[in-house]
């Protein structure tokens, strides 16, 4: 097997290794580090002659010239018998540290107190890297409104990686984040970039399913927020911001005894989110998140809480049906005039459908993909797809809240606006 090569950097000498026999390769949307899993057997007389391994080298992982890993090793297991001698390494890329590490500031006696005030986006993602060697984060023109507006705060909780601290920021301004096997950080949306294969069943798919959950989705999400710098009074009573978007898949599922009608199935879901991290500052705005009038309060908070919601549930819906594929090799079937060389599946771009069997034909987003190598199963590529929706975090993040209004809401406006008294909750 020499499709894969692992190059070892040791210093200024690097080492290449090739003739895998068993690999494994995996990127997801869903993981801030690509991993792979490679080992090679050997007799037992030649003792791992030529290994010069060590724990926590960097290493570089190539496929057929194509960089998919850029990290380092983090696991080596070798045993031997009788007759051979065996070694499993294992490693992840360089933001893996961002995965694991929690975030510490420079003055570490004020990690409990150390925050952001009205800095981008961008800017704070870069500040949580920076302790961690050579991340360099990324933004690409798809989020370069979002990655360049100002948080009005933002502070790591003690103790949380700066994977979950930048994945609490990519949530709010709806942003990706992603490693694409270079050792970076990218800040990116769903791709739009179309492969240059396409999975047709009968002719590259070896193994094909699809999987149709419901459990994680729900017909009612009723979102609160949290974290609003000061309290606003309404019908003189103290607001918690909360808003309510429905799953009307979900809601009608349940059918009446006669089945020509339908009932509303109940499956409500509570969620919270960070308004103040969530708040956009605007130049002329700057202090309406703590000056602002009554009206314009209100709706900013509620638009959040709304937002978040129609995430959720967008999400969740998308996550709720998944096609499976392992296909006969690492490489995509050529289709188009300028493709020049074997080029791997990639993650994040969207293919073309055609099965028949499980009834499906569309273009999907490739969520996830694995590299495979056996000497019984040669080389196969395990995709998991869905659609684009999934991961179509947010829209676009509130910018300015627009009216100057500072009379209370009516209750035939706020009914308007979807509300009901049970929206406004007392403390």
């Not at 590490?101 to 420079?106: A, G, L, M, R, T």
């Not at 570490?108 to 500040?127: F, G, P, S």
């Given at each position: 097997m020499?499709?894969?090569e692992?190059?070892i ?5 690097s080492?290449?290794?090739t ?5 494994s ?5 869903n993981?801030?580090?690509?991993l ?20 926590g080298?960097?290493?570089?992982v ?13 696991y080596?297991?070798?045993s ?11 490693g ?7 995965v694991?590490c929690s975030y ?6 004020k ?13 704070v993602?870069t500040?949580?890297c920076?302790p961690f060697?050579n991340i ?11 990655a360049t ?13 700066a994977?979950?601290?930048i ?8 942003i990706?984040?992603?490693?694409k096997g270079?050792g970076?950080?990218?800040?990116t ?5 179309s492969c ?5 069943r ?31 009074n309404l019908?003189?009573?103290e ?16 059918y ?11 499956r ?11 708040f956009t ?19 900013a ?50 293919v073309?459908?055609?099965d028949p069997?499980?009834?499906v034909?569309?273009?999907?987003l ?6 495979n ?10 995709l998991?797809?869905?659609k684009?929706?999934a ?8 910018r300015?809240?627009v009216t100057s209004?500072d ?12 509300f009901?008294?049970?929206t406004?909750?007392n403390k």
């Amino acid at each position: 097997m020499n499709d894969l090569e692992l190059t070892i950097i040791d210093k200024k000498l690097s080492t290449k290794y090739t003739g895998w026999k068993e690999v494994s390769v995996s990127l997801s949307l869903n993981r801030l580090a690509g991993l792979f899993e490679i080992s090679a057997v050997e007799e037992l007389s030649k003792q791992g002659e030529g290994w010069n391994l060590r724990m926590g080298q960097s290493c570089v992982v190539k496929i057929k010239g194509q960089t998919v890993i850029t990290g380092y090793i983090d696991y080596i297991d070798e045993s031997y018998d009788e007759k051979s001698h065996r070694i499993l390494i294992k490693g992840r890329d360089k933001t893996c540290d961002l995965v694991d590490c929690s975030y510490v500031p420079e003055d570490y006696t004020k990690i409990e107190t150390h925050e952001w005030n009205n800095q981008t986006a961008l800017t704070v993602i870069t500040a949580l890297c920076e302790p961690f060697n050579n991340i360099t984060v990324n933004s690409d023109a798809s989020v370069k409104e979002a990655a360049t507006e100002l948080l009005a705060k933002f502070k790591v909780s003690v103790g949380e990686t700066a994977g979950d601290a930048i994945k609490r920021i990519c949530n709010a301004k709806g942003i990706m984040p992603m490693s694409k096997g270079d050792g970076n950080l990218y800040l990116t949306r769903a791709g739009t970039k179309s492969c240059y294969g396409t999975i047709i069943r009968g002719k590259n798919v070896k193994k094909g399913r699809l999987l149709q959950t419901d459990r994680e989705r729900f017909s009612h999400y009723f979102v609160r927020g949290k974290g609003v710098s000061k309290r606003v009074n309404l019908f003189s009573q103290e607001i918690n911001p909360i808003a309510l978007v429905q799953d009307e898949v979900v809601m009608q599922q349940v059918y009446g005894a006669n089945r020509k009608t339908t009932e509303i199935r109940y499956r409500p879901k509570v969620l919270t989110t960070d308004i103040i991290s969530n708040f956009t500052i605007d130049t002329s705005l700057k202090t309406t998140a703590q000056t602002g009038t009554t009206t314009q309060k209100v709706i900013a908070e509620v638009n959040i809480c709304k937002t978040r919601g129609e995430q959720e549930a967008r999400i969740r819906a998308g996550k709720s049906r998944a096609l499976y594929y392992t296909l006969y090799s690492w490489f995509q079937n050529p289709k188009r005039a300028d493709f020049q060389a074997e080029k791997i599946w990639p993650v994040n771009n969207l293919v073309n459908v055609y099965d028949p069997t499980l009834k499906v034909e569309g273009t999907y987003l490739i969520t996830d993909v694995r590299f495979n190598f056996s000497e019984g199963d040669g080389s196969t590529t395990d995709l998991i797809l869905m659609k684009k929706d999934a991961y179509m975090i947010l829209r676009k993040p509130i910018r300015k809240i627009v009216t100057s209004s500072d009379q209370l809401f009516s209750s035939e406006a706020l009914r308007e606006m979807g509300f009901t008294t049970e929206t406004f909750l007392n403390k």
